[in-house]
């Protein structure tokens, strides 16, 4: 405790960054370190595992000093220790998991272990102070693309998942064909500012009314049939124009279910989180189509969309509070659902 306010470090390492943050009552930011690794593996043009994992370790005791200090407490002052135990990469993880377990037993501080997703979700709370459940999530990042209903602090309902690409694979997938590199998303969202939308006719793919999975993985395959034709017919590729029409189809096809899933289960709003999230041109669209029935949508700012710290503790606190405890038996699930 510090000044009354109850304190979480929250650790986080499922993927390219080593991140530790300290939450004074589930809301407030006290210190967000972020060491992202995202030059290192820019190089290979995606995340190298083992890569990621050794940079993980080098780094975690710095972050983590560095959040304490930044927050102007020690671990005296800490009332909970939360981290990420999956979905991610096991060697990453582990790596977190292995710190929070250590600080939790060598301090005595409470220990609970936080799905990354809700996690994500939970990066509303830090931005948003009045937001409370009930409301329809749109988690779009990395490695995952889903719809989940949540009517209340501790309860994900996932209505609809991604069957293969999760849509920033996708938007990093087609940066790569496209020659703009990784990470893709930010590329392809600033390039696709420049192009037309409607100069190519990418597939939407809906999978039927009322379904609320997603298909991606087709998209990648288009685009390089697209640059192939165009190559052999001898025409000049404005990567502007395929940025942007590859965007517009992914996009409205993320808006279009969330939208529909809100309606369903008649939420008045739409949460937002996940790298993606970030996306200027699906801001724009998912604010104009559930504007147009009276349906909000929140979302982070950019630093929260991305892995963070903070967004573990806030889930983490909230767990706590509904009585969730991990013991040292907490182990890493890189397929861990929703
Ligand atoms: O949530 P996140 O930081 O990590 C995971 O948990 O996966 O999401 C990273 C993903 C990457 O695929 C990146 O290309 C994408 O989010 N991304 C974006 C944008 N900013 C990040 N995609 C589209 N537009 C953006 N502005
Ligand atoms: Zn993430």
């Known amino acids: 405790m510090k000044n009354g306010k109850h304190l979480t470090l929250g650790i986080e390492t499922s993927c390219d960054e080593t991140a530790v943050s300290v939450v004074a009552d589930g809301r407030e930011i006290l210190s967000n370190i972020i060491s992202s690794q995202i030059s290192i593996h820019t190089e290979f043009g995606g995340v190298v595992p083992e890569i990621a994992s050794r940079r993980h370790l080098e780094n975690i005791n710095d972050v983590i000093e560095a959040a304490l200090r930044e927050a102007d407490t020690t671990l005296d002052e800490i009332d909970l220790v939360g981290v990420t135990y999956g979905p991610g990469l096991v060697g990453a993880l582990l790596i977190g998991v292995a710190a929070a377990k250590a ?7 409470p220990l609970v272990g936080v799905n990354h997703m809700h996690g994500h979700i939970a990066a509303n709370y830090l931005e948003h102070h009045e937001l409370e459940p009930p409301f329809m999530a749109l988690v779009v990042s990395g490695g995952h693309t889903n719809i989940v209903n949540v009517p209340d602090y ?3 309902e996932k209505l609809g998942g991604t069957r293969d690409d999760a849509a920033g694979e996708a938007f990093d997938k087609v940066a790569r064909v496209i020659g703009l590199g990784y990470p893709g998303g930010p590329k392809v ?7 037309n939308r409607n100069a190519i006719d990418f597939k939407r793919v809906y999978l039927g009314q009322g379904n609320f999975d997603f ?14 034709t165009e190559k052999q017919a001898g025409r ?19 808006v279009d279910k969330a939208v529909d899933a809100a309606l369903k289960y008649k939420q008045k709003r739409i949460v937002m989180a996940g790298g993606v999230a970030s996306n200027s041109r699906l801001r724009e669209l998912i604010e104009e189509r559930a504007g147009a029935h009276g349906i909000e949508v929140l979302r982070p700012s950019p630093i929260l969309c991305t892995d963070n710290g903070a967004m573990i503790a806030s889930a983490a606190y909230y767990a706590y509070k509904a009585g969730e405890r991990s013991g040292y038996d907490l182990d890493a699930v890189p397929a861990l659902e929703f």
């Open 103 to 109: 600080i939790s037993y060598a301090a005595d501080i």
């Open 154 to 156: 501790n309860r994900c």
């Open 189 to 195: 969202d600033k390039a696709a500012k420049l192009g």
């Open 215 to 228: 298909s991606f993985s087709g998209l990648k395959t288009q685009a390089l049939n697209y640059l192939n």
């Open 236 to 254: 000049e590729i404005n990567v502007n124009d395929v940025a942007a029409s590859f965007q517009e189809a992914i996009v409205e096809v993320l």
